[in-house]
């Protein structure tokens, strides 16, 4: 039995196939986890959401800030879901929409495996959150978007504020806080205020800013944390941190990295090679 965490796959459909089929995967005695952004700009979200979709049993997933802004446009009105990109008109439109989304709202935003002693995000935690700090708040997330209370949440998704969370926050501050942290967040200060505007490789970033990874008295966790979200980053291991979203949407590989052995062990493929960096960079 062996389990895999997958980088995030942005619709890249063919590449995905090709690491399952590259890691052998046997759903009767593997998993596979998935650290978020399955969808937008690798030009097939529709087929990609129906393979994992199918795989659920399987599989875990945490949700990325690709994931949750599609389902916040689901909930707008057809003429606006029709203003979209292609690619995820295409979703929003299937005859099979309202299974993928209902499924997609009860994902998570962190999974943390005791046995396995690995946690996955899809970009970061706060630097002041113990792992059960994080647990909570995640929980508090997903409680709301698998509820029926789900559209409000989702029409008050966007926005940079608030840019650091605090246990005094409330509501959808509080939601939209964590959202923003465990979605979203490259760099942060002391404080854990993230900078949205930083994507670039560590070394670039303004004075006073920190990868979430290395703040400086930031809480210790022991755990070992698996993430996406961060292409200029590319595959980094350390700190107790392995990143592995490793650019497939931007012509780079679609990496697997497996956590039941002594080692970590990573396993990759190549993007398909007409994918490239457009100007502007990631998001």
Same mark, same amino acid.
């Not at 490789?201 to 004075?207: D, N, V």
């Not at 956590?259 to 190549?270: A, S």
């Given at each position: 039995?062996?389990?895999?965490?997958?980088?995030?796959?942005?619709?890249? /459909?063919?590449?995905?196939?090709?690491?399952?089929?590259?890691?052998?995967?046997?759903?009767?005695?593997?998993?596979?986890?998935?650290?978020?952004? +399955?969808?937008?700009?690798?030009?097939?979200?529709?087929?990609?959401?129906?393979?994992? &979709?199918?795989?659920?049993?399987?599989?875990?997933?945490?949700?990325?800030?690709?994931?949750? !802004?599609?389902?916040?446009?689901?909930?707008?009105?057809?003429?606006?879901?029709?203003?979209?990109?292609?690619?995820?008109?295409?979703?929003?439109?299937?005859?099979?929409?309202?299974?993928?989304?209902?499924?997609?709202?009860?994902?998570?935003?962190? &999974? &943390?495996?005791?046995?396995? %002693?690995?946690?996955?995000?899809?970009?970061?935690?706060?630097?002041?959150?113990?792992?059960?700090?994080?647990?909570? !708040?995640?929980?508090?997330?997903?409680?709301?978007?698998?509820?029926?209370?789900?559209?409000?949440?989702?029409?008050?998704?966007?926005? %940079?504020?608030?840019?650091?969370? !605090?246990?005094?926050?409330?509501?959808?501050?509080?939601?939209?806080?964590?959202?923003?942290?465990?979605?979203?967040?490259? /760099?942060?200060?002391? %404080?854990?205020?993230?900078? @949205?505007?930083?994507?670039?490789?560590?070394?670039?970033?303004?004075?006073? +800013? /920190?990868?979430? @990874?290395?703040?400086?008295?930031?809480?210790?966790?022991?755990?070992?944390?698996?993430?996406?979200?961060?292409?200029?980053?590319?595959?980094?291991?350390?700190?107790?941190?392995?990143?592995?979203?490793?650019?497939?949407?931007?012509?780079?590989?679609?990496?697997?990295?497996?956590?039941?052995?002594?080692?970590?062990? /990573?396993?990759?493929? %190549?993007?398909?090679?007409?994918?490239?960096?457009?100007?502007?960079?990631?998001?």
């Amino acid at each position: 039995m062996a389990t895999y965490a997958i980088g995030d796959v942005q619709g890249c /459909y063919p590449e995905l196939q090709r690491l399952l089929d590259k890691l052998r995967f046997d759903p009767a005695q593997d998993q596979l986890w998935f650290c978020g952004d +399955l969808v937008n700009r690798g030009g097939q979200s529709l087929e990609t959401l129906r393979l994992i &979709h199918s795989l659920r049993e399987h599989s875990v997933v945490t949700l990325g800030n690709h994931d949750l !802004s599609l389902l916040a446009i689901a909930q707008r009105r057809p003429d606006a879901q029709a203003r979209v990109n292609p690619e995820l008109r295409e979703v929003l439109f299937a005859d099979d929409a309202p299974v993928l989304f209902e499924w997609l709202r009860s994902q998570k935003l962190l &999974h &943390h495996d005791e046995q396995l %002693n690995w946690t996955m995000v899809h970009a970061g935690l706060a630097p002041m959150w113990t792992l059960r700090q994080a647990q909570r !708040s995640a929980e508090d997330v997903e409680r709301e978007l698998s509820s029926p209370r789900h559209p409000r949440l989702l029409r008050n998704l966007f926005g %940079n504020r608030p840019a650091v969370w !605090s246990s005094r926050l409330q509501g959808l501050d509080r939601q939209r806080a964590t959202i923003n942290t465990m979605t979203r967040m490259r /760099y942060c200060d002391v %404080n854990g205020r993230i900078d @949205f505007e930083a994507k670039g490789i560590p070394g670039t970033q303004k004075p006073g +800013l /920190y990868p979430w @990874f290395s703040v400086p008295g930031m809480r210790r966790r022991d755990t070992r944390i698996v993430c996406g979200h961060w292409s200029t980053l590319g595959r980094f291991a350390g700190l107790g941190v392995h990143a592995i979203d490793t650019g497939c949407v931007w012509g780079g590989q679609l990496t697997a990295l497996r956590l039941d052995g002594e080692e970590p062990q /990573y396993i990759t493929v %190549n993007a398909e090679p007409y994918r490239k960096r457009p100007p502007g960079g990631e998001d």
